[in-house]
Nanobody
Framework: QVQLVESGGGLVQAGGSLRLSCAAS??????MGWFRQAPGAERESVAA????????YYADSVKGRFTISRDSAKNTVYLQMNSLKPEDTAVYYC??????????????WGQGTQVTVSS
């Protein structure tokens, strides 16, 4: 059974930092990523990484502030979020796929974790 378990969300002031974690189990994935959905908005991609680590992606809105990484031994992907802005407020979802997670519909999803950035 595939499981993606997220942790690390919370409330932080603008300019602060949070680190999200997503632990995967149940199968081997080729790539993992983070998406987010703000109230009234569509879900959007934030960052992604291939399991080999050789390929990464960042949305323009987070480049230079967020860093995605993975720990192969722990089957876990992280999203380090620095210089957070109120517009980063959203539910953040972890996703994983045996293909490139950003372009395939065949994804597994985590339950989501709330990130709230106060001004």
């Amino acid at each position: 059974q595939v499981q993606l378990v997220e942790s690390g969300g919370g409330l932080v002031q603008a300019g602060g930092s949070l680190r999200l974690s997503c632990a995967a189990s149940g199968r081997t994935f080729s790539s993992m990523g983070w998406f987010r959905q703000a109230p009234g908005a569509e879900r959007e991609s934030v960052a992604a990484i291939s399991w080999s680590g050789g390929r990464t992606y960042y949305a323009d809105s987070v480049k230079g502030r967020f860093t995605i990484s993975r720990d192969s031994a722990k089957n876990t992907v992280y999203l380090q979020m620095n210089s957070l802005k109120p517009e980063d407020t959203a539910v953040y979802y972890c996703a994983a796929s045996t293909a490139w997670v950003l372009t395939t519909e065949a994804r597994s999803w985590g339950q989501g974790t709330q990130v709230t950035v106060s001004s």
